[in-house]
């Protein structure tokens, strides 16, 4: 059974820092490209990064961009975000997402974790 | 950047109704489209790719259609289990979620 686990999540202050994690199980990491994605509350999905499998490309939404660093650590099968210099807006519940990157689907997100809470406040 | 345009924002129906929900991309991205539904306090979950194929055990009354830019989420008749949120995704280029669409009991 495929389970993604997040962590990390929690209250800072704006300008804080935070790493994120998830924990990945039931298939094989390594040959997975991973997102995260988020939800600020009430609100829609936003698309935040992207890895590939090998960890060595990554792709970030602009409102992040310069902030935010993904990685990974296969033989741990997990998955990291850093957040420096958080602001307000960026409080919301925070997905990891495996990407099923198939001839015939496209690279569609088709397992996600049940997400952690962000919230910047002072 | 693509943006993506989900209308209408908020939709009240009933059980039996057949639901339509509009997507509209800023520009083409062919059919590299895909659909999610959202459950309260619940991650989402996959219910169309391609803009027009059914994710394995999604139930058929859900169909999708479009090409290009504009692109629809059809459920043929509205069953409880169908009250959600539901929204457009592109990945033609990187990914791009619509604002949502929530189905609500009329």
């Known amino acids: 059974e495929v389970r993604l686990v997040e962590s990390g999540g929690g209250l800072v202050q704006p300008g804080g820092s935070l790493r994120l994690s998830c924990a990945a199980s039931?298939?094989?990491?390594?040959?997975?490209?991973m997102n995260w994605v988020r939800q600020a509350p009430g609100k829609g999905l936003e698309w935040v990064s992207y890895?590939?499998?090998?960890?060595?490309?990554?792709y970030y939404a602009d409102s992040v961009k310069g902030r935010f660093t993904i990685s990974r650590d296969n033989p741990r099968n997990s998955l990291y975000l850093q957040m420096n210099s958080l602001r307000a807006e960026d409080t919301a519940l925070y997905y990891c997402?495996?990407?099923?990157?198939?001839?015939?689907?496209?690279?569609?997100?088709?397992?996600w974790g049940q997400g952690t809470l962000v919230t910047v406040s002072s | 950047d693509i943006q993506m345009t989900q209308s209408p924002s908020t939709l009240s129906a009933s059980v039996g109704d057949r639901v339509t929900i509009t997507c509209r991309a800023s520009?083409?991205?062919?059919?590299?489209l895909a659909w999610y539904q959202q459950k309260p306090g619940k991650a989402p979950k996959v219910l169309i790719y391609?803009?027009?194929s059914l994710e394995s055990g999604v139930p058929s009354r859900f169909s999708g259609s479009g090409f290009g830019t504009e692109f629809t989420l059809t459920i043929s008749s509205l069953q409880p289990d169908d009250f959600a949120t539901y929204y457009c995704?592109?990945?033609?280029?990187?990914?791009?979620f619509g604002q949502g669409t929530k189905v609500e009991i009329k």
């Open positions: 997402a495996r990407v099923l990157n198939d001839v015939l689907t496209g690279q569609i997100f088709d397992y």
């Open positions: 039931g298939f094989t990491f390594n040959t997975y490209e």
């Open positions: 890895i590939s499998s090998s960890g060595d490309t990554m």
């Open positions: 520009q083409s991205i062919s059919s590299w």
């Open positions: 391609k803009a027009s």
């Open positions: 995704q592109q990945y033609n280029s990187l990914w791009t």
